[in-house]
């Protein structure tokens, strides 16, 4: 039996799931979201949890009984509390700003990028602290949209500058200097 599988998913007051046929909604405070799972899993809805089984051991099947789950407790934490993803801001110079709903980061380039939050999405800055916040209820969403405001300056391995995740450890290099 898969360890994660097994594990019930608890879902707190203010959070409706409706399963219908083959398809999950998960509707809270903060949003709505929806995912359509396997024949091969069966979900039952007891009092204020969610038990996930599968209906044979096969490999495939053992492997999304687990994925499942996760995917679904993701779903109920998403539309409950949300999920949030932490950028830092690097570098002399570069800093990040709000403008209205939108992100604006001034990171080395000859114009300022603007970043247009998508529908689930908003962001939350701290100029002081260099610090950018990616903030949703969609997990995979939260993480492509930080994802992809990464990629506009990845961080670089000589003097460390760039958009890093908080708590991400930068792997410096030395420069000409430190070969001998």
Do not use: W
Not at 31 to 37: A, N, P, T
Not at 113 to 126: A, Q, R
Not at 147 to 168: D, H, S, T
């Amino acid at each position: 039996m898969s360890r994660i599988g097994r594990l019930p998913v608890v879902v707190p007051a203010g959070v409706q799931v409706k399963i219908d046929g083959k398809t999950v909604d998960v509707k809270g405070p903060k949003g709505e979201l929806s995912f359509e799972f396997s024949p091969t899993i069966s979900l039952v809805m007891e009092e204020s949890q969610l038990i996930i089984s599968r209906l044979n051991d096969e490999a495939l099947n053992r492997s999304l009984h687990g994925t499942t789950r996760a995917l679904i407790q993701n779903m109920v934490t998403g539309v409950s509390d949300g999920f949030t993803r932490v950028l830092q801001v690097q570098g002399v110079g570069y800093r990040a700003e709000m403008n209205g709903k939108n992100l604006v980061l001034h990171v080395g380039y000859s114009h300022p990028v603007e970043v247009i939050p998508e529908e689930g999405i908003s962001f939350d800055v701290d100029a002081r602290a260099g610090i950018v916040k990616v903030v949703g209820y969609d997990k995979q969403h939260v993480g492509q949209v930080a994802a992809n405001i990464r990629k506009i300056r990845p961080v670089e391995p000589y003097k460390g500058k760039g958009l890093f995740y908080q708590g991400e450890r930068i792997r410096r290099k030395a420069g000409k200097a430190g070969k001998k």
